[in-house]
């Protein structure tokens, strides 16, 4: 279904969308640069979460995906996990424009091949900032922080701190610089651009 769902999306689509309005704006963010997850690596994150870590053991929840490109993430996690919504939030308009279309072809491809319960999965695209937008609701999280610099993640960390006791947070490269989260585990596995570790974080109970 994933193969199916991406088949008009390839990743030299959001590469080029990317990077043209980067270079357009002059924007030399290095955070800001586009790279694609291997949906059998994160399929295989989420299913240790839910049989390993006790996660996500019944259907529900809020998925967020921390700049979330073209969508895919969001959409693998949708297929992975009963989500009520999964949410995610893009800067570049480019990206969030494809996002939309990518939403739409969930709707028209997916949406008729699932349960019941899958289809009615609630699917949000945010176009803005989320260093400064409110995700406290979120069940999960997942940032594609391969090219994230120190000073993005300490403020993804802040406000990852304000999220609930028990929530999962899933990073590449790097980890969350916060003592109020615990890394349960860290893999490598590969992606679009190459091997990248996978950091699989929980919020510590003794931070409620």
Known sequence: ???????????????????????????RRMTLVYGEISFNSFAFTMEKIKNQYGG???????????????????????LCHDFDEVKGIEILNGLY???????QAWNDVVTPLVPERKANTKITFIHGDATVLDWSDATC????????????????????????????FITFTKRLPSEKWEVL?????????????IYIHQKRPSYA
């Open 1 to 27: 279904l994933y193969d199916l769902l991406i088949s008009d999306f390839p990743t030299k689509r959001g590469k080029a969308s990317s990077t043209f309005e980067r270079l357009s704006k002059n924007d």
């Open 97 to 103: 424009d494809i996002s939309l279309a990518l939403k």
């Open 141 to 168: 999280c997942f940032a594609n922080s391969t090219c994230f610099d120190d000073d993005l993640m300490k403020i993804l960390a802040l406000k990852a701190d304000a999220l609930p006791t028990g929530t999962f």
């Open 56 to 78: 996500l053991s019944k259907p529900g929840g809020i998925f967020y995906d921390i700049g979330h490109g073209t969508g895919k993430p969001a959409m693998a996690a949708a």
């Open 185 to 197: 585990e860290q893999e490598s596995h590969p992606q679009s651009w190459g091997p990248a570790t």
